[in-house]
């Protein structure tokens, strides 16, 4: 799956800060996976003010990461997708980034059939 540099930032967020020691493990190797370098925070501007995080909009698509997510990961990130869709927490911003993930869970379950 390919992830802009917006969409790495996006799915860096999701993850709470508490779980149990399987949830910990699998939030560790997504962030592992989603994490930008400092010469990719540079490409798109990225800047931490306070506890927000901005990045340039028109440079975002300079970043692109080639990632593959197991199973075990895409069921964990749809688990908190669907709590937070629940909890209306969905926002402009991050939909289209939880669709994408939302389609790479349905696409592994349609492999196993």
Known sequence: M???GKECLILQG???????FLTIDITKDVLKKVKLSQEEG??????VVGNQIYWNDNKEGLVSK????T???LEYMMTIINKME???QITIVNSDTLKKIRAASTAKEEEKK
């Open 2 to 4: 390919k992830l802009s």
């Open 14 to 20: 999701i993850f709470p800060e508490g779980g149990n």
């Open 42 to 47: 540079t490409l798109i501007e990225l800047k």
């Open 66 to 69: 080639d990632v593959t997510f």
């Open 71 to 73: 199973k075990a990961e």
């Open 86 to 88: 629940t909890q209306n």
